[in-house]
């Protein structure tokens, strides 16, 4: 996993997700394959391997690599599956699921973070997600159903809006919790007409707010 010629930070960044527990080899080949400094503003360059969240342009977060790589680890993928994230913010966490699935649409609701985010993404050729603006916690119905939704901002409850757009067998992956504390990450399964809960690990994300953000 690690190659001789890396810079060190991004060394450092590998054994990090993997002395944390991260062990999935496709994930951690996804996470040495994305150039998290590609997604951070331009003064947080030199910041973009260490394991934080760190901020973004309309007051959002990029989300802390270790976070990034658990939730990616938890959703248990698959080349076939199609996965939707609400919540595109800097699209890193979208560009490391495109590394490992057919199709991703990611949502978000400001219009300069979609914009930033899908010239970024092309950028770096990974042509198999769609950035969207939108609503994610109600994505409209002609978007069809998903293996894996994975939502990247706090919400106090599951979205039924969500869950209802599962596939069977498919997961839902959200921080549950109150908007400003600690959420605790959920994974839902989805057997026949049953939800199964399991409860993973304490997380902070941002708020998930509801329609498209009128400000840009
Ligand atoms: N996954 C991102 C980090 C997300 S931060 C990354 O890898 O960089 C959470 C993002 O969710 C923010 O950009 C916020 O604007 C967005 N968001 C919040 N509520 C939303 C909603 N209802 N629909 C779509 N995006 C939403």
Redesign the pocket.
């Known amino acids: 996993m690690i190659t001789v010629g890396q810079p060190p930070e991004q060394m450092t960044f590998q054994l990090g997700l993997r002395r944390r527990g991260i062990s999935d080899r496709l994930v951690l080949r996804a996470m040495e394959d994305i150039p998290r400094d590609r997604?951070v503003e331009p003064n947080d360059r030199a910041h973009a391997w260490r394991d934080t969240a760190l901020a973004?342009a309309?007051g959002?977060?990029?989300?802390q690599p270790f976070v990034?790589a658990y939730m990616t680890e938890q959703l248990q993928l698959n080349t076939g599956h199609r996965v939707l994230?609400?919540?595109?913010?800097?699209?890193?966490?979208a560009a490391i699921l495109s590394k490992l699935v057919r199709d991703v649409l990611s949502?978000?609701?400001?219009r300069t973070?979609a914009d930033a985010a899908r010239t970024r993404l092309e950028a770096l050729g990974l042509h198999n997600i769609e950035v969207m603006l939108?609503?994610?916690?109600n994505p409209a119905a002609n978007l069809g159903s998903f293996d894996r939704i994975v939502v990247?901002?706090a919400v106090e409850e599951v979205p039924a809006a969500l869950t209802d757009r599962l596939e069977e067998g498919g997961i839902l992956l959200a921080p549950v919790g109150p908007h400003n504390g600690v959420q605790t990450l959920v994974r839902i399964r989805k057997t026949g007409d049953r939800l199964e809960r399991k409860d993973l690990v304490d997380v902070r994300?941002?708020p998930?707010?509801?329609g498209i953000a009128r400000e840009l």
């Not at 959002?60 to 989300?63: G, K, V």
């Not at 939108?134 to 916690?137: A, E, T, Y």
Request: net charge negative; glycine share 16%; with cysteine.
């Open positions: 997604f973004i309309c959002q977060t990029i989300s990034v994230e609400v919540g595109t913010g800097s699209g890193y966490q949502i978000e609701r400001y973070l939108g609503d994610g916690l990247t901002a994300f941002v998930a707010l509801p």
